[in-house]
T-cell receptor, first 114, second 110 residues
Framework: GAGVSQSPSNKVTEKGKDVELRCDPI?????LYWYRQSLGQGLEFLIY????????KSGLPSDRFSAERTGGSVSTLTIQRTQQEDSAVYLC????????????FGPGTRLTVL | KNEVEQSPQNLTAQEGEFITINCSYS?????LHWLQQHPGGGIVSLFM???GKKKHGRLIATINIQEKHSSLHITASHPRDSAVYIC????????????FGTGTLLAVQP
């Protein structure tokens, strides 16, 4: 596609349910990032995939959060047993190479945990 | 202390004013990005810098690698420039992780 796409655009779930958020990066981009932005807050790093290297998971807030990137392309962020504090906009970004290059953001998934 | 600091956090300007937003960082970087986010909107990349200066329309971005400082300037500001402006640095070395500043909320009044 022409840009980074994310799905769903909005997700409302009940506390305790699991959710999966999907990111389709720009084709050929080797670097993929997940961030989240809580209401009125800045961007919080979650996880970073760089090519075939082990992902940098240092930003994941708890073991309820996990992410994978299949075939170096599509990525899925999974949140298990969601809590109300997980409510945020989850943003995916990709970059054409690991050593630099412009970064392109997806439109985000707005997650609301009731 | 955050590795990326922006100032000011909030800025109100009158239409037509020259605006400067500053970004300082404390880590070695391979590149610095300036991003824009309109209220309720997505994040758009404005500039990527590794040295010197770049200009796009009314926007100018500069970086001083020695001083670990970058500035984003907006000339002849307009209400449509009202947005959050975010500085992000790509850490050097093996990690290449992006680290974001907290953003500067700019409001340009007509």
């Amino acid at each position: 596609g022409a840009g980074v796409s994310q799905s769903p655009s909005n997700k409302v779930t009940e506390k305790g349910k699991d959710v999966e958020l999907r990111c389709d990066p720009i084709s050929g981009h080797t670097a993929l990032y997940w961030y989240r932005q809580s209401l009125g807050q800045g961007l919080e790093f979650l996880i970073y995939f760089q090519g075939n290297s082990a992902p940098d998971k240092s930003g994941l807030p708890s073991d309820r959060f996990s992410a994978e990137r299949t075939g170096g392309s599509v990525s899925t962020l999974t949140i298990q047993r969601t809590q109300q504090e997980d409510s945020a906009v989850y943003l995916c970004a990709s970059s054409p190479r690991t050593s630099g290059g412009a970064v392109f953001f997806g439109p985000g998934t707005r997650l609301t945990v009731l | 202390k955050n590795e990326v600091e922006q100032s000011p956090q909030n800025l109100t300007a009158q239409e037509g004013e020259f605006i400067t937003i500053n970004c300082s960082y404390s880590v070695g970087i391979s590149a610095l990005h300036w991003l824009q986010q309109h209220p309720g909107g997505g994040i758009v990349s404005l500039f990527m810098l590794s040295s010197g200066k770049k200009k796009h329309g009314r926007l100018i971005a500069t970086i001083n690698i020695q001083e670990k400082h970058s500035s984003l300037h907006i000339t002849a500001s307009h209400p449509r420039d009202s947005a959050v402006y975010i500085c992000a640095v790509r850490k050097g070395g093996a990690t290449n992780k992006l680290i974001f500043g907290t953003g500067t909320l700019l409001a340009v009044q007509p």
